[in-house]
């Protein structure tokens, strides 16, 4: 696995646990996929008829609590979609598929905890063709309301730098630089739960969502303190969960990215529009592939100085 080679899982890895809006059970197992075939998700039916999306930008049909995956004409087929995507480009797999047998994805302990864990129960294997990239040519930036963000170029891999601002006083202003790795994801970003604010949760139940929320998967906060008996994970665990959102939609360009992603006050919504602009602006960004037979980082170490003439040929965007 240190050569530039796409990789997969070499066994199936399968976790339990509740959806955060429906409060039902679900299962959900990832296992391996064929060369250049990306995230697949696979809605499981008891009656066989098991649907399949493709975890690419264009298949995002809401955005507004979490990111749900699906089609125009079937409707959703997954919400939630981004933690189990973090951890698989955050731990440096490239193909991957993800069986779910109910609406969403488990959200476990509100974290990517889970979901490395089992691609490390799973295992990681290189395959035959060599791990191909979107390398982003020139900045693309986008603005909803107070919320900024941009895509720059980088070419010695990707980096998150990410800023919130809540009125919340417990929150507050919090901001985080991460140079994607393995190493790093796994260490400071993949236990960042999710979070919001007891008012927030009491509204977001009475309209029907948020049914399997609990201190046991999420961050809460009144206006004066920590709810959570156990405390944060991190003095800052609100920005780092921030930054594993930004991993998990950023997944969803189907390549890994080389290029900076700055974000101020953002969330799914914003992140899937600069990657949506940026996909759409066929001058701002090219593929590039690594040579197979020369020794780069191991998975996701991109962001340590890999490419200095170890990528190879560039194809323009309409080659993907």
């Keep these: 696995m240190k050569f530039g080679r796409q990789t997969t899982l070499r066994s199936q890895a399968t976790v339990t646990g509740v959806g955060v809006h ?3 059970p679900v299962n959900l197992t990832i296992g391996p ?15 066989g008829g098991d649907r399949e999306v493709r975890a690419v930008a264009e298949s995002v049909i809401a955005t507004e609590f979490a990111t749900v ?5 079937q409707g959703p087929l997954v919400s939630t979609a981004e933690h189990v995507l973090a951890a698989l480009r955050g731990m440096g797999v490239d193909n991957a598929t993800i069986e779910v047998d109910g609406p969403e994805v488990p959200i476990m302990d509100g974290s990517a905890a889970a979901f490395v864990a089992a691609i490390e129960q799973a295992g990681i294997v290189s395959q035959s ?4 990239f979107i390398q982003v040519t020139k900045p693309v930036q986008v603005a909803i309301g107070d919320s900024f963000g941009e895509l720059r170029p980088n070419n010695s ?16 202003r919090q901001s985080y630089i991460l140079d994607l790795s393995a190493e790093r994801f796994r260490r400071d970003i993949s236990r960042a739960r999710t979070f ?3 008012n927030d949760v009491a509204r977001l139940w009475s309209a029907g969502f948020a049914l399997g929320a609990s201190f046991e998967n999420s961050v809460v906060f009144d206006d004066t303190r ?6 944060l994970r991190y003095s800052d665990e609100c920005v780092r969960h921030k930054v594993l959102d930004v991993i998990g939609d950023l997944a969803l360009a189907g390549l890994p990215l080389l290029g900076t992603y700055r974000s101020v006050r953002g969330g799914h919504k914003l992140n899937h529009a600069v990657l949506t602009a940026l996909l759409a602006d066929r001058s701002a960004w090219r593929v590039v592939e690594a040579e197979a037979g020369r020794r780069t980082r191991a998975p996701a170490e991109v962001g340590r ?11 323009g965007p309409d080659v993907s």
């Design 196 to 198: 919001g604010c007891v």
């Design 129 to 132: 063709a060599a791990r191909r």
């Design 157 to 172: 891999g990707f980096r998150a730098e990410v800023e919130i601002d809540f009125a919340n006083p417990v929150i507050g």
């Design 33 to 47: 996929a064929s060369v250049d075939a990306g995230f697949v998700f696979v809605r499981t039916s008891p009656d």
């Design 69 to 73: 995956l699906g089609d125009r004409q």
């Design 22 to 24: 429906s409060g039902l």
């Design 226 to 231: 920590l709810l959570n008996t156990e405390g």
């Design 305 to 315: 100085g890999m490419v200095g003439g170890l990528v190879a040929p560039a194809y």
